[in-house]
Structure formats: structure tokens, C-alpha cells
């Protein structure tokens, strides 16, 4: 029988085992809110007096940071055979990788998918194999991936007058003009997986550090993308709606203010093929990218022998030496200790607006905050734990990624659709992004530090309400927020020549920084790539990029 008939049998038989369920009235669930790195971020800009360091330690190398780019930093030396390193974790265990569990239910609190990576992205290919997920061909054009991780069917749906469609992109019930005009956008993105430029590189590639520098395609750097969809003759609502969507999820922010390259680049840099999988197949768990973040942890513990290298604290200031930089760091605790590391390099991989408060002056690489810094979007996660399932509108039954047409946010993902069982599990839980993209980033960072739990959780909740009604509080018993006020870099018009973030992906001395935000906008292939970038430079190896 196919996955997606024996779901489609599973959820029939689930809705009639729990139709008797029933909540004698509407209750909206009190959020508990997390605000993960604010107190210390905040404590950074405004100059918080911290306590004397009363210990000291000596590391060959200090990892400042314990997100995807600081956990590939360490993978990678580790799996070399250099041993003499620590990560110095910060506020919060795998950044914009963290996840959550309750009533043994795990859910992401940041990413939750990784697309099957391209041939180019040899470097999380090489992750994926070392952690099973890749079974067989890491290096070919199609490997064979654990099955368990393959998002299963059905995928994704959209919400659009009252009836769930397959797929995201709107097709049905269109005019044949507005058809005809999908069908050149996606014949067009197809062409360009392929394209090269006069250097002979692919003009869009993942690593954007090896995508072709013709000054030809770079040029659409200076149009946004809706600008040259305008230009290219592309009219459809539906097509800009679509496109606008996929910039406000993956760079939390509008189409009206992306790069075109970058636009461009969202789709035609995604070419990665897998042996027992469908193209534009993705990698996804309940806890979403914790698990890789998870496995990073552990084999850099296998390949040490002990988890000392994972140190708790936050980094206050990095000094430089005689002896090679000085860190200071925070440790956690009822009662603050400050201690400090004394290392031969020292690798921020923390984002740069965190980078420049630590550093003496990170003007000193050539990047200047006031002039080169990215926009960066604010970010709402948010967990629902749901007790059984609300009733649907017809159509597509529940998908892995579920949208709303016209919504306020961008959706909603179901953490325990990788589970497959007979029924759906009693419990799961629906997690619903939103980057608040219709405001500037400055005013909703000012609006959700401001906002009260009942504001959050309306906003939280407003495309969940849209797909469900007033009814879904009545499977809604739990929901967690997860503020993330700088969650990523957009990739705004010029991002691909800014100097300041060109001159910090040079940097080989005694301070090294691996952060995506050095490829201005942020996913995970981009932060484990100057990570892996990083260890190299330490080992003495040539980055890829030239």
C-alpha cells in the first residue's frame, strides 16, 4: 500500500476513534514565552558591569558559540584528529537548531527541515554520512538516505477558498494565462539548477560561496525580486503571492525588499537528488534540526572520549595578546562567576551583531557595523500541544507542512507526522512560524518585547484560527512561544557586494569568525560551511572558495 493511502486510511480511522472528544468550552491557552539569548544579548549592547573571573583555563582553541556553525567547527576538527579545542556553548544549545520536548512529544524551536543537499554541499554530505543519515553514495549524484528522516507524504498543502490543495504553489481553478506563467517560472528555475557563468561556475550553488562572480547575473543583486518579475512580465497573483511566501520563509522577509539573486537562488540552488526519494524531497524529525545538531554533539564526544569540550558560559570579550586572544566568559548560575580562556585562536561563531560587542573592535577585519551589518528578522515560534486533531476543511488531508493562503504568517508544521503508526498518535503538536515581515525589523523587535502573552499568542495562533476556527482551542491544551528577536540575516539588495561581511569570510588569524551570517542570509548549509571553513584554516587547510 502507498504511505500516502495508508495516512489517508489512518486519519479516517483516527477521526472517528476521537470525534467523541469534547471540551465544554473554548479556552485559550496561557503561552509560556522564551525569550532564548536576549537577557545576555541585551546585557552585551548596553554594557552590563560583570563580575572579576576568579578561574582560568588554556585551550589551543576557543569555539565561541554552540549553533550549527560552532558544532561543525568542532565536527570537523575532531573528525581530523585535532583535540585541543572547547566550545564555549552561549545562551542556548544549537542556536536557531534548538528544539523542545513535553509530555515526550518533541518539537523545533527553530529550523525543522534540511533539503537534500547538492553535490556542491559535499561538506554536509559528509555530516550526513558520518551520522547514518546518508546509508550509501555521499559522493554520487544520488545517495541512498535513511527512509525514517525522508518527510513523508503528503508534504505540503495550501489553504485557498476554504478547501486544501496539494502542493503550495496555486494552480487550481486558475486561468489558463496565470497557468501559463507558472509553468515559464518553473521551466525557468529548472534551467538555472544548470546554468554557468563566464567562470565556469554554477550561478547559483549552496555554498553561495561557490556560486559564479559573472558580474552579468550578479547584477540582479540590485533588483529586488518582485522588480524583476515586474520586468520579466510576470503578473500572476498567485505566482507573486507564492514567491513572496518563500522569501518571508526562508529570509523573513517581503519579495519587495529581496535580492533578486536571492530569490533566484532559493530555487535554483536547490539540486540535491536522492536514490529512494522524490525530486524536492526534504530531511525532517519531530524535534527538527536539533537532531543534527544532537549528532554533532555526540560525535565529537565519541571521537574525544568525554564531553568536556563543551563548556557552559557565554563569551563577554575577546582580547588580544601576546600569548593569542583572551576570552572572557560568563558562566551560568544563581550566583554570576566570570572565567577566562587563554587560546591560540579563537573562532566567533555567534552572529556578528554579537560578534561586534565582544570584539575590542571588529572594524580592525574591515567590517563596519554602521555601513555593513544585515537586516536581520525577527522570528516567532510557536508550539501548540495539541490533544487529537480539530476537524479539517475538505480536501488535502493533514500534511507535514500546512499554509494559509493570504495568512498573516507562514504556516504550520505537524511534529509527528514522521511517526507512522496504524492511527495518528492522541497527542502532537503543531508548530507555527511567523516572521513578522510587514513591519521593519526594528519595530517588531520593539513589538514583541513589549507585547503581552494574550497579543503573542493571537499572533501566534492567527493562521492556525484562519485553517480551524475558534474550535482549534479546543484541541490546543499547551503552547510555547519562542521569541527570537534577530532569528536570521535577509538578504536585502547589495548583500552579495557587501565589502565588510567579504572582508570577515577572509579573515585567517588568530581570530576567526563562522557565522552564516557571512553569506547574509541564514541556513543551515550556509553556517556549517564556514564552520567547517574555520577548522580547516586552523588545520592549515585552503577553504574551497577562491
Not at 527512509?147 to 478547501?163: F, I, Y
Not at 522524490?278 to 574525544?304: F, H, N, Q, Y
Not at 563577554?316 to 587560546?343: K, M, S
Amino acid at each position: 500500500m502507498r504511505r500516502r493511502s495508508f495516512l489517508l486510511g489512518a486519519a479516517t480511522a483516527a477521526a472517528a476513534g476521537t470525534a467523541g472528544y469534547w471540551r465544554s468550552r473554548i479556552v485559550e491557552t496561557t503561552p509560556d514565552v522564551r525569550y532564548p539569548g536576549m537577557q545576555a544579548g541585551h546585557a552585551l549592547r548596553d554594557g552590563a558591569p560583570w563580575p572579576p573571573p576568579t578561574a582560568s583555563r588554556q585551550h589551543g582553541v576557543a569555539i565561541l558559540g554552540s549553533g550549527v556553525a560552532g558544532l561543525s567547527c568542532a565536527w570537523k576538527l575532531a573528525r581530523e584528529g585535532y583535540t585541543d579545542f572547547i566550545v564555549v556553548q552561549g545562551p542556548e544549545f544549537g542556536g536557531n537548531a534548538a528544539a523542545g520536548r513535553r509530555d515526550g512529544l518533541d518539537y523545533p524551536l527553530g529550523a525543522h527541515y534540511l533539503p537534500l543537499p547538492s553535490l556542491a554541499s559535499s561538506h554536509v554530505r559528509e555530516m550526513l554520512a558520518d551520522f547514518g543519515i546518508i546509508e550509501s553514495g555521499a559522493g554520487e549524484l544520488r545517495p541512498y538516505y535513511d527512509e525514517a528522516v525522508l518527510a513523508h507524504s503528503p508534504q505540503e498543502r495550501l489553504l485557498r477558498d476554504g478547501r486544501w490543495e496539494d502542493g503550495l504553489l496555486p494552480m487550481a481553478g486558475l486561468p489558463e494565462a496565470e497557468l501559463a506563467q507558472h509553468r515559464r517560472f518553473l521551466a525557468l528555475v529548472e534551467r538555472l539548477r544548470t546554468e554557468t557563468g563566464s567562470d565556469g561556475r554554477k550561478v547559483f550553488s549552496i555554498p553561495l560561496a561557490l556560486s559564479s562572480r559573472d558580474p552579468a547575473w550578479r547584477a540582479l543583486d540590485a533588483l529586488t525580486f518582485k522588480q524583476w518579475l515586474e520586468r520579466e512580465g510576470y503578473s500572476s497573483a498567485a505566482l507573486h503571492w507564492y514567491l513572496d511566501y518563500c522569501c518571508r520563509d526562508d529570509y523573513g522577509a517581503r519579495y519587495d525588499v529581496v535580492s533578486a539573486w536571492a530569490g533566484l537562488h532559493y530555487f535554483a540552488s536547490r539540486d540535491g537528488h536522492a536514490a529512494n526519494a522524490g525530486e524536492g524531497a526534504v530531511l525532517t524529525w519531530p524535534g527538527g534540526l536539533s537532531v543534527l545538531a544532537d549528532r554533532m554533539r555526540d560525535a565529537i564526544t565519541r571521537k574525544l572520549g568525554h564531553a568536556g569540550w563543551l563548556v557552559a558560559g557565554t563569551a563577554l570579550r575577546v582580547q588580544d595578546t601576546a600569548a593569542g586572544p583572551l576570552v572572557t566568559c560568563l558562566a551560568p548560575g544563581p550566583a554570576p562567576a566570570a572565567y577566562t580562556v587563554q587560546t591560540r585562536r579563537t573562532v566567533c561563531a555567534m552572529p556578528l551583531f554579537v560578534a561586534q560587542r565582544i570584539l575590542p573592535d571588529i572594524r580592525a577585519y574591515g567590517y563596519d557595523p554602521a555601513v555593513h551589518a544585515s537586516s536581520h528578522a525577527p522570528w516567532m515560534v510557536s508550539n501548540f500541544i495539541m490533544d487529537g486533531y480539530p476537524a479539517e476543511a475538505p480536501g488535502e488531508p493533514l500534511s507535514w507542512d500546512n499554509v494559509v493562503y493570504g495568512g498573516r504568517a507562514l504556516g504550520y508544521v505537524v511534529s509527528t507526522h514522521q511517526l507512522l503508526r496504524v492511527a495518528p498518535s492522541p497527542r502532537s503538536v503543531f508548530t507555527a512560524y511567523h516572521a513578522l515581515s510587514g513591519q521593519t525589523p526594528r519595530a517588531a523587535r520593539d513589538w514583541l518585547a513589549a507585547a503581552s502573552p494574550d497579543a503573542l499568542r493571537a499572533e501566534a495562533a492567527a493562521d492556525l484560527v484562519a485553517a480551524y476556527g475558534k474550535e482549534f482551542w479546543r484541541r490546543a491544551r499547551a503552547l510555547e512561544i519562542t521569541v527570537r528577536g534577530h532569528a536570521m540575516a535577509s538578504p536585502l539588495c547589495g548583500y552579495l557586494s557587501n565589502p565588510g561581511l567579504a572582508a570577515l569570510r577572509d579573515v585567517d588569524g588568530p581570530v576567526l569568525f563562522a557565522h552564516a551570517d557571512l553569506s547574509g542570509y541564514s541556513v543551515f548549509e550556509e553556517a556549517a560551511w564556514w564552520g567547517v571553513v574555520a577548522a580547516g584554516r586552523i588545520l592549515g587547510q585552503a577553504p574551497a572558495q577562491a
